[in-house]
């Protein structure tokens, strides 16, 4: 079983940058598919990005399309998620999770119960 830790989240102003790690333990990490989510009090936990296990493939939630970039470094069994361009509404806590299914060739991605190990949370707050 995986261990999740995030880092990274803090206070920004809107048009700012922040990059959130994502350490795991405890399981092979070049196994898993990585995801990076997003939820605010009272709402479901919304997809962000998507990374496949080998790292070559990812897939960008619309709203954070262009500004966000999801990679990750089996070597240091990290993930990482690059956010620049930081907008007010980016303001939630943010969620890594590992998968041991093989989610690139499916639809399934997005989906949050495809997931099966979570992080803590990281809080990002975007200032206006």
């Known amino acids: 079983q995986v261990q999740l830790v995030e880092s990274g989240g803090g206070l920004v102003q809107a048009g700012g940058s922040l990059r959130l790690s994502c350490a795991a333990s405890g399981g092979t990490f070049s196994s898993y598919t990585m995801g990076w989510f997003r939820q605010l009090p009272g709402k479901e936990r919304e997809f962000v990005a998507f990374?496949?296990?080998?790292?070559?493939?990812?897939f960008p939630a619309d709203s954070v399309k262009g500004r966000f970039t999801i990679s990750r470094d089996n070597a240091k069994n990290t993930v990482y998620l690059q956010m620049n361009s930081l907008k007010s509404e980016d303001t939630a806590v943010y969620y890594c999770?590992?998968?041991?299914?093989?989610?690139?060739?499916?639809?399934?991605?997005?989906?949050?119960?495809?997931?099966?190990?979570w992080g803590q949370g990281t809080q990002v707050t975007v200032s206006s």
């Open positions: 990374i496949s296990r080998s790292g070559g493939t990812t």
């Open positions: 999770a590992a998968g041991n299914r093989d989610l690139l060739y499916t639809t399934n991605y997005y989906n949050a119960g495809q997931y099966d190990y």
